[in-house]
């Protein structure tokens, strides 16, 4: 099975506000977003499961006319917090790379 990395020609991840993390996927072509972006592996469940929140505050947003799918979950300390380590969110979407869709 193909791996994220091997599917988008982009990842990033960025705050979305202090208490949200977003997630773009950015498909290498119509082809990849048509074949992957729903995958079962992309749904908020998967997504729950990776950075360990409740899956039913995971928000999917797909974006075709970008060939875009961009993820947002909350974040599991707030921004700036005493114990919170990513301050901008740049770091969090290294999860995702090695996934298979």
């Known amino acids: ?46 997504i729950a499961a990776v950075f360990g929140v409740d899956s039913a505050l995971v928000q999917h947003h797909p974006v075709p006319d970008l060939l875009v799918l961009k993820v947002s979950y909350p974040r599991q300390r707030p921004q700036g917090g005493l114990l919170e380590r990513d301050m901008h969110g740049g770091q969090q979407y290294v999860r995702l790379l090695d996934l298979e869709v």
Not at 1 to 7: A, N
Not at 14 to 33: C, H, M, Q, S
């Open 1 to 46: 099975m193909p791996k994220l990395t091997d599917v988008c020609r982009h990842i990033r991840s960025k705050n979305a506000g202090p208490f949200w993390i977003t997630v773009d996927l950015e498909f290498r072509d119509r082809a990849a977003y048509d074949a992957y972006a729903h995958s079962q592996a992309l749904q908020p469940a998967a």
